[in-house]
Each structure stands twice: as C-alpha cells, then as structure tokens.
C-alpha cells in the first residue's frame, strides 16, 4: 500500500477494494450459490394502461419443474409496497386488477432453475383490455386521461419556493417583486421552455435477490445488490411482520447503483415471500433488457426558465415553472425528488426566486433518486437559463454569474427557502477555473477558429450541491425511514475496535457501491490512531454485524458516516492514551500516536506498538484500575446542517454545421467539496459524474411513445458515452472546509453529474449561436444539432 502523504488523511492509498476486483474474486449476489435454489421470473405486462380480466396460469403451473406461479391473489395481504413520501398511488407488489407501466409485474414463477421459469412465464395467459395512457407531462396536468382509473387527478401536488414548508419557514414570497421588476424599462427579460429529458440508469450489474426464510428459527437471509440494507432489513421485516432481528439482509460487492439501488423493490419482498412458501432458497435476477422496465429511472421535468435583470447584469428575479414526472407510482422518496431540486433552485445566485415544479402520474415506470436527484435538474435550468441571459444582453457569461454569486463574507447563507448553506467562496473558486484554462486566450482562439469557418463553443457553468443528509429535522420534513420500520433520521454510525494483534476492524452501517469506503474509512482510522492503512479492515452492508446506517446515498457517507467513524476512532484513541500513559508512566495528554504505535510527545524513541497496547487492554489487571477491557468505541453523528459542495466547469466544443456533430476538445472542472480524504477518489467520483453528464448531454435519452411503450429499452436504442467520446477531463480544487462535521468534508459523488449537462449544452449552444440558434433540448445527437441549424436559417 502506497501514500503520497505522510498522513493518511489527504493521501493517495490505492483502494483497498480494487485487488479482488481485479482479479475477478469480488463476489456480487449471483456468485452466491445455495444448495436447493430455485429461481424466479416475472410476468410483465405489454401494456402501459389495462384492466387484467383474468390471469390463466394452469399451463405454466402444469410444467414439470415449476414450483408455484404467484399473483396478486396470493400477495394481496402483505400491502403495497412500502414508500418512504407516500403521495399518490403506491405499487402493489403484484398488478392487483390492473397494470399503469409496461413492464409492470403481474405474476411470478418460481421454478427449478430460470430456464423453466422463464419457459412458465411464457406460457401464463393473462386476459388485458388496453385502457387509453398518459404518457406526455404536459397531457398528464390536463387530467383527460388517468394515469390510475380510480383516482381523481394526476397531479399529486405543486412544490412552491415560498410556500414548501408550511409552519417551518416564514419565506417571503417573490413572486410580486419579481412581477413588478418586469414591468421597468432597463430590464431585459429572457424565457425558454427546456426538457430535462427521463434516463435510464445502466448499472453494470443489474439487480439481484436471493433469500432463504428459515422456518426452523423463523429468519431469513437475503442478499441483495442495495445500496441501503439496513433499510431494507426494516422494509423486509414491517412487510411480513417479522423483528428486525429476525431479518438479515446482506449487500456484497453492488456493481454500480446511482441512486437507483436505493429503492426497495417489490421483486424482493416477493423473493422473500417465496422462499417462505416454499421452505427453500429462491433467486431472482434481473436481465439487461428488464432493467430498463423494473428498475426505476430518473429525470423527467419540463418547464419554463425566466430571468428577469437589468441590462448590465443584475438579475431581479428568476423563476421556474415546471412539471415533473413520477412516473406510475410513488416509491420511496419519488414524489420528493424535485423538493432536493428546489434546495439549490437559485444555485449560486443571491437573487430573488420563484420556482415551482407540479408532480404528475404517468402511465410510465416510476422516477426516482438517480445520481444527483432533483438537484442536476434544478441547475440545469439556472445555469442554461443565466447563459441565455448573458447572450440577451451582450455579457460575458463568466461576469453575469460573478456579478449576481453569494459573497464569501455572506457566509453562512440563508437561500430563498430559508436553507442555511455552511461555507462557500463562489467568485474564487470560478477565477481559478478562468485562470487554469487561460479564459482570454481561450475567447481568443474562439474568435480566430470562427474567423476561419469552425464552430467552436465555449460553455460555462457554476453549481451548488446540497447533500450530506443527515439532519434529524429532515425527518420531520417526510425523509425519515420509519416507513420502513427504520426511525434513524439520516444519523451515521461506525464501529472501531482494535484487534488484539494491534490490527484495526472498522465496521460501518453504510452500503458503498464503488465510492471506495474501504479505502477512506481506513484512511480516516489511520490518521486518527496511527495504525498503517494495511492493517485495518473496513466492512460494511451486513445488517447482523454492523451499526445501523441508512446507506449510501446522496453524497452522504464520509461527511456523516465518515464523521462517526472519525469519532469512535478518537474515543479509541483517548482510551488508548490512558493505557500507554499507564505503560510508560506519562500523563494521557502527552500520548502521541503515529508510525504503528505511540510515544511520549517529545521522547519519540520511547514508543510502544498497538499490539502491545492492545495486550493491556484486553488484559485488564496490567491496566490502569477501573478501566474497562477491550479496545473498541461506536459513534453515531447527527449533524445540524448538510454540507454544500460547489464548483465550476468549462467545455470547449467543435460543431460540424453539416452534420450536427458535436465533439468535446476540452472539458476543465474546478470543484470544492472541502477538505479530500483521498485525492485520487474524489478525483474519481468526478470523472464518473461528468461521463454521466456528458451523457444526458449528448446521448441519452428514455423515449416513449404515445401508447406507453419504451423505444429506449435495449443498448441499441439507448446509447451510452465510451470512452472514445470524452476527453481527459483536467481536474482543478478549491478548499473550503465546513464546519459541519469534524473533518470538514462535504460530498462529491454527485457533483460532476450536476456541474456538467448544462456545460455541455451551454457550449454547443454558444459554438452555434453565430447560426441563429439560441436553444436545443437534450440530448444534441447530430441529427438534432443539425435540425436546430437549419431552423435557424430559416
């Protein structure tokens, strides 16, 4: 294990977890094998929208090697499936009398192996009458058609940026100001109506379940690739009205999740009621092509961007109006996306803020968390709207956005919503990005490559995250877990013992699906205790051994579980400096510890191992009397505020005007997520969430058409960006600590996804903008591109 620092904090540790990976010994849930499985599949519905007459499953039942085929019928009595933000229809866990999504489960087969499940599903006649969709937002407000037959509405509610959190905040309501300031005759006022286009989330390992219930001891056993398996513990318990500790949920090695593992999933509370009926192991899991159906997806908003300023840059007002769509049901925080949205409605901007977002049911799979949830959108629409500005009232984009930034000395900033942002230093943070990329020179080599017949673009783009969830009053907001019998707020937890051999086992209640929690927890331990990063293990996702946690989600894990850890790691570590001090007859507050041990501040000669420290903790008669055995502290961290990470990125595009091609030359970010852990993570978490951007940007896109059926639901038709079409990114950082939590961390897993769509977009339109064109929606794949062109000239 090598460090590039002498602490461990702040160094580059190669990752713990990448040497199994490698060599192709991780295990995920399908690696998992158990004597007696038996495997599940799915009937799913070709429809969007019908009544189910009848399901005729005899044949399929008839099969040799069919073990039981399962509907609504034998389901019924355990609910609906357990939503955190119950508004608007909640999903059965089986299509009870009628399917609102294609792809929606109406029946399940539970057989020998899948090959005779998949063959028994097939032969599972169900009688449908096809019922008129809503698919489009727009017609879904209307209310002509239904999503849900029985309801009375659509809409499930309005969210408003001065009205969100009735009894809480006393938020003054802009919207007249803004009104007024329209009516002035030296301000411009710039509108454009922009689609936040649905996505599909492309894990590289699909979903998977397998339990085993127990009925000997009345247990079960599940294995799921979840990014929250404590939550799911709590769901999987509540559902079947069994104790928490009678449920043990374990999530291995999880390929990717983005937000979408963060659900819980009715395929697997049915795997687990299987299993109960049949008294064996049951496995379901997913296929490629079924993800894009049974797995839920993300984005979904249209709306209209308004700024209101004045003609040398002062903006007065910005507003949004928008709907979102939530897909057919509501399922866990569904409904509540759009509200982390308006957390950063006005980004950056201490400007007066009008913003609402209208939630509607469509005849569509459900959206939910999917890496950035609610708050990529949410900026998407500032930024691109703040560009359309500048180029309305011939500014630099870059001096628009300094003109109207939060201060440093503003700091702690309240928001329009009456949010508190921790710390930030906005204009610094953008003129080091103009800095590093030679912003002068960059506009100069823009004008000589136009002077010669090339489209270059330059794209500009500043954000702020809010994430770090942790604070209890959240919860009382509706984003608690107790839906699923988990009333732990968004607290963090983490378990540090040292070993009798003077090694280090660190156990953690978060359920990391690549963000490399081994790596950084071991690195926090390390630089509190001294003990090398080699010698502490870190493990986490096993609800029977660790503390419990919510999960990893929302950029929240080192600024909160992280924070725990640090903290049971300095309750080790006093008690470690009571044992040492007795050793070598010091006072405690003289005990220092680096280098695999410790010694008296001064006398670094003087030193004693963990190993031999641990050998008088866990040998209490050679300690100091009174003092309990062991070596060992647990933690858990409720901080008062999240933390807001921030930054600016840049693009520098070419546009072929003859085909619409856009090709990335550069794409530069400066990001400020306080102090990093380790370097090259967080290095790594923002390649990762520019590529996602660069995708929204460019590529992707979940297209469905009029009758609800999804075009998108294969690799051919849902195209993802390779490597060949993104540029070495060049990575710059400011620092700017929180105060939040003791290592003054903030997030960073989201933070390049929500930096980079609209810097993209901004780009290509600043690149053709000469043409005429002012706008184009995402994604801008050429033939798009070049429709925009030619629409411009007329």
Known sequence: MTTTSTSAMGGIVRRKEDPALIAGKGRYVDDIKLNGEAAAVFVRSPFAHAKINSIDTSAATAMDGVLAVYTAEDTRHLGDLLAQVAVGSLRPLLADGAVHHAGEAVAMVVAENAYIAKDAADAVMVDYDPLPAVVDMKDAVKDEIKAHEDAESNVLLTWYSHDWWPGVFELEDHRPAIAAAKERDDVVVVSQEMTNQRLIPVAIEPRAVLADYNSGYGRVNVWSSSQIPHALAGAIAKTFGMTSHDVHVVAPEVGGGFGAKLNVYPDEMLVVFASKELSRPVRWTETRREAAYSTIQGRGWVGTATITGTKDGEILGYELDAIADMGAYSQNFTVAIPVLGLYV????????????????????????????????????????????????????????????????????????????????????????????????????????????????????????EVCGFAPSVLAEFGFGWDAYGLPTSFSGSGLVRVNPDGSATVIIGTGPSGQGHQTTWAQVVSERLGIPVDAIRVTHGDTFESPTGVGTFGSRSAAVDGAATYEAAEKVRMKAAELVAHMLEASAEDIQFADGGAHVAGSPGHTVTWAEIAEVAYKPHKGPEGLEAGLEAHAVFSPGNATWPFGSHLAVVEVDPGTGDVKILRYVAVDDCGNRINPMIVDGQIHGGIAQGVGQALFEEAI??????????????????????????????????????????????????????????????????????THIDMPLRPRKVWDAIQKARG
């Open 704 to 773: 469905y058409d009029e009758n609800g059926n999804l075009l998108t639901g294969s690799l051919v038709d849902y195209p993802l960006p390779t490597a060949g079409d993104l540029p070495a990114f060049e990575l710059g950082w400011t620092n700017t600590p929180t105060d939040v939590n003791p290592m003054g961390v903030k997030g960073i897993g989201e933070a390049g996804t929500i930096g980079s769509a609209q810097t993209i977009v901004n780009a290509v339109v600043d690149a053709v903008r000469p043409l005429g064109v």
């Open 345 to 464: 409605a006005q980004g950056q901007y201490n400007v007066p803020l009008a913003w609402q977002i209208t939630c509607v049911h469509t005849n569509t799979q459900t959206t939910d968390a999917y890496r950035g949830a609610g708050r990529p959108e949410a900026i998407y629409y500032v930024e691109r709207i703040i560009d359309m500005y500048a180029a309305a009232i011939g500014m630099d984009p870059a001096d628009v956005r300094k003109k109207n930034f939060f201060k440093k000395d503003e700091f702690p900033a309240t928001t329009a919503i009456g949010l508190t942002m921790d710390s930030g230093n906005y204009e610094y943070n953008l003129d080091t990005l103009l800095e590093d990329v030679d912003y002068d020179g960059l506009r100069k080599m823009q004008k000589d490559a136009r002077d010669e017949g090339r489209y270059i673009g330059i794209g500009l783009s500043t954000y702020v």
